[in-house]
């Protein structure tokens, strides 16, 4: 057989269509094999070829295994010469003596260069035909009855359901010729099928990732709502105006989400105006934790993958390497292994904070739409150190932007609400010093300062050293949640140190522990609980003189580890006063 250059499919779902297709073919007559063969050698050469478009583990890892499968079978086919097959000789790109094809690299630039097309398309469309857009790429991603995670999905020309007819052809026609979808041509010309060009388009867009983050937010949303049915206050996840706008025109409601709708409706209409300008404010905040806590659950999927993937590369780097030394085959093994490592540590630590974002907003939510005012104005004051610190303590420029973004929303809300607020904002002393925090590229002392010094006066503006302040208590709700952070954030950071990884596989939970140590902490700490963050953070700076990227020194082992007990014995005393 000649060798074979395929192009490669669209999507995973396209291969997977062509897998099964290719599964029902009619076996042929015994002693002629070599249509099947032929038929197996191009698929095996287009699915190859395909991991120039997959970016994600999940769908790459689904794809090598269909390759590994066809693989298996073409060395099971009986051809000629008797027991001959060199994929290196079918395959382009494959090395000689290979037993098994492995997924081309994704081809990043390639992406970027389409999306680029796409984006310069999108830009000059009228508003109208941007949105018409938008529900014609979103009716291609579709969320699974009860699942959280989309999935792109080819669908039918007349199965599109979107009006007016003309426009809707004119823009698929456009979208086809600038890369970012497929239509297949067919007779009668209403079976035709629309897909999209590449799942990558979906997360590589920014546009197109952002439609597609706020339809997971919304199942999230829903989902909360749902299991906390019979919980007093479940109102509280409700939507209103834009967001329940924008979510009405989701095509793959299922009936949840339908009832979730209906009663944001009615909640809606009914809502008075200071109810509807705070929902704003736990809106915003609710659906950064809701994509937070959605994201560690892909982040724990990817965990489990990762593991696997582990195990795989022992196996692959035994057929791979016949011909190489033991030792290198070892080295390879030992190298991917302390590669997945690494990386499930940054999950793990992701994970955690999601975990704390998403408790503390929605306590945060119980406080600010309870109506009490003592309870309202501890929230609010709550918030503005949060955000503070969220801008101060970013992981990423992305991230930086977001919450910034929010700060200045959250700002104009506290302006325009209370006296106290609009003194403080507008101070000829604190004003500067907010804003050197907000525009900060990166914490430094002086910043951190700030956001301390801020936190130490709304301590005391609420008067909480005070037994009577009438915000204690609902300071107190938000304790054990701050306590367990602190306490978490700082085991697992141990954890890391021992462990001899690196520094930056726990930076997420460095800046969320500096974070609480400049922000939230100061509002209800006591000096015992104060002492032991402080020996905490002096130890995590003795480890960054080293070098971030280098293993802790058994001192700064030693003083991670000791400064974290005593944080937790203090948290704990501490926590047993309270309840006293």
């Given at each position: 057989?000649?060798?074979?250059d395929a192009a490669p499919?669209d999507?995973?779902?396209?291969?997977?269509a062509?897998h099964?297709r290719?599964?029902q073919?009619?076996?042929p007559?015994?002693?002629?094999?070599?249509?099947r063969a032929a038929?197996?050698?191009?698929f095996?050469?287009?699915?190859?070829?395909?991991?120039?478009?997959?970016?994600?583990?999940?769908d790459?890892?689904?794809?090598?295994?269909?390759?590994?499968?066809?693989?298996?079978t073409?060395?099971?086919?009986?051809?000629?010469p008797?027991?001959?097959i060199?994929l290196?000789?079918?395959i382009p790109?494959?090395p000689?003596?290979?037993v098994?094809?492995?997924?081309?690299k994704y081809?990043?630039?390639?992406?970027?260069?389409?999306?680029?097309v796409v984006?310069a398309?999108?830009a000059?469309?009228?508003?109208?035909?941007?949105n018409l857009?938008q529900?014609?790429?979103m009716r291609?991603v579709?969320?699974p009855?009860?699942?959280?995670v989309p999935e792109?999905k080819?669908v039918a020309?007349?199965?599109?359901?979107?009006a007016?007819?003309d426009?809707?052809d004119?823009?698929l026609?456009?979208l086809?010729r600038v890369g970012?979808?497929?239509?297949?041509?067919?007779?009668?010309?209403a079976s035709a099928?629309?897909?999209?060009?590449?799942d990558?388009?979906?997360?590589e867009w920014?546009a197109?990732?952002?439609w597609?983050?706020?339809?997971?937010?919304f199942?999230?949303?829903?989902?909360y709502?749902?299991?906390?049915?019979?919980v007093?206050?479940?109102?509280?996840?409700?939507?209103?105006?834009?967001?329940?706008?924008?979510?009405?025109?989701?095509?793959?409601?299922?009936?949840?989400e339908r009832?979730f709708l209906?009663?944001?409706?009615?909640?809606?209409?009914?809502a008075t105006?200071?109810?509807r300008f705070w929902?704003?404010v736990?809106?915003s905040?609710?659906a950064?934790?809701?994509?937070l806590?959605?994201?560690?659950?892909?982040?724990?999927?990817?965990?489990?993958?990762?593991q696997e993937?582990?195990?795989?590369?022992?196996?692959?780097a035994?057929?791979?390497?016949r011909?190489a030394?033991?030792e290198?085959a070892?080295?390879q093994v030992?190298?991917?292994?302390e590669k997945a490592?690494l990386?499930q540590a940054?999950?793990e630590a992701?994970?955690?904070k999601?975990e704390?974002?998403s408790t503390m907003t929605?306590?945060?939510?119980?406080?600010?739409?309870?109506?009490?005012?003592h309870?309202?104005h501890?929230?609010?004051k709550?918030?503005?150190?949060?955000?503070?610190?969220q801008v101060l303590?970013?992981d990423?420029?992305d991230?930086?932007r977001?919450?910034?973004?929010?700060w200045?929303?959250?700002?104009?809300?506290?302006?325009?609400?209370r006296?106290?607020?609009k003194?403080l904002?507008?101070?000829?002393k604190?004003?500067?010093?907010i804003?050197?925090?907000t525009t900060a590229?990166?914490?430094s002392?002086?910043?951190k300062?700030s956001?301390?010094?801020l936190?130490r006066?709304?301590r005391?503006?609420?008067q909480l050293?005070e037994?009577?302040s009438?915000?204690l208590?609902y300071?107190n709700l938000?304790?054990?949640?701050w306590?367990?952070?602190a306490q978490?954030?700082?085991?697992l950071?141990?954890q890391a140190?021992?462990?001899g990884?690196?520094?930056?596989?726990a930076?997420?939970?460095?800046?969320?522990?500096?974070r609480?140590?400049c922000g939230?902490m100061v509002?209800i700490e006591?000096?015992?609980?104060?002492?032991?963050?402080?020996a905490?953070?002096?130890?995590?700076r003795?480890w960054?003189k080293?070098g971030?990227?280098k293993?802790?020194?058994?001192?700064?082992?030693?003083?991670?580890?000791?400064a974290?007990?005593?944080?937790r014995?203090?948290?704990?005393?501490?926590?047993k006063?309270?309840?006293?």
């Amino acid at each position: 057989m000649p060798p074979t250059d395929a192009a490669p499919f669209d999507t995973l779902a396209a291969l997977r269509a062509n897998h099964s297709r290719l599964l029902q073919a009619p076996k042929p007559p015994a002693g002629v094999p070599t249509e099947r063969a032929a038929a197996v050698v191009e698929f095996l050469a287009r699915v190859k070829a395909t991991g120039r478009r997959l970016d994600t583990p999940a769908d790459r890892e689904t794809a090598q295994g269909i390759l590994d499968y066809w693989t298996a079978t073409l060395f099971a086919l009986p051809v000629e010469p008797a027991g001959r097959i060199d994929l290196s000789e079918l395959i382009p790109d494959t090395p000689p003596g290979s037993v098994n094809l492995l997924l081309d690299k994704y081809a990043v630039e390639e992406a970027r260069a389409t999306v680029a097309v796409v984006e310069a398309w999108f830009a000059a469309l009228s508003p109208e035909d941007q949105n018409l857009t938008q529900q014609i790429l979103m009716r291609l991603v579709r969320m699974p009855e009860s699942g959280r995670v989309p999935e792109v999905k080819p669908v039918a020309l007349t199965e599109l359901g979107l009006a007016p007819a003309d426009a809707i052809d004119r823009l698929l026609r456009e979208l086809e010729r600038v890369g970012a979808v497929t239509v297949s041509r067919a007779d009668p010309p209403a079976s035709a099928v629309v897909a999209l060009g590449s799942d990558a388009l979906t997360r590589e867009w920014p546009a197109f990732a952002d439609w597609v983050k706020k339809r997971v937010e919304f199942r999230g949303a829903v989902r909360y709502w749902h299991e906390h049915k019979d919980v007093a206050g479940k109102e509280e996840a409700l939507i209103r105006g834009e967001l329940l706008r924008d979510a009405e025109q989701y095509h793959d409601l299922n009936t949840i989400e339908r009832a979730f709708l209906a009663a944001s409706r009615v909640r809606d209409s009914r809502a008075t105006a200071y109810q509807r300008f705070w929902k704003r404010v736990f809106a915003s905040l609710a659906a950064a934790a809701v994509m937070l806590a959605i994201t560690a659950v892909m982040l724990a999927i990817a965990t489990v993958y990762s593991q696997e993937q582990v195990a795989d590369t022992k196996l692959k780097a035994e057929q791979q390497h016949r011909s190489a030394t033991e030792e290198a085959a070892k080295k390879q093994v030992k190298f991917e292994a302390e590669k997945a490592a690494l990386e499930q540590a940054k999950r793990e630590a992701v994970q955690a904070k999601g975990e704390f974002e998403s408790t503390m907003t929605f306590a945060l939510a119980k406080l600010v739409m309870s109506e009490n005012f003592h309870a309202v104005h501890a929230a609010k004051k709550i918030l503005m150190i949060q955000t503070l610190g969220q801008v101060l303590f970013a992981d990423g420029p992305d991230a930086a932007r977001a919450v910034r973004r929010n700060w200045h929303e959250l700002r104009e809300m506290l302006i325009r609400d209370r006296v106290w607020f609009k003194q403080l904002l507008e101070d000829a002393k604190w004003e500067p010093r907010i804003k050197e925090v907000t525009t900060a590229d990166a914490p430094s002392h002086t910043t951190k300062q700030s956001l301390l010094d801020l936190s130490r006066k709304v301590r005391e503006d609420m008067q909480l050293d005070e037994p009577t302040s009438v915000y204690l208590p609902y300071l107190n709700l938000m304790k054990p949640i701050w306590f367990g952070q602190a306490q978490q954030s700082t085991a697992l950071v141990v954890q890391a140190a021992e462990a001899g990884r690196p520094l930056e596989t726990a930076r997420v939970l460095v800046n969320l522990f500096r974070r609480l140590y400049c922000g939230e902490m100061v509002l209800i700490e006591g000096s015992r609980v104060a002492g032991a963050m402080v020996a905490f953070e002096e130890a995590v700076r003795e480890w960054e003189k080293a070098g971030a990227d280098k293993p802790a020194s058994d001192d700064v082992k030693a003083a991670l580890g000791k400064a974290a007990e005593r944080l937790r014995t203090a948290c704990a005393a501490e926590l047993k006063e309270t309840q006293k």
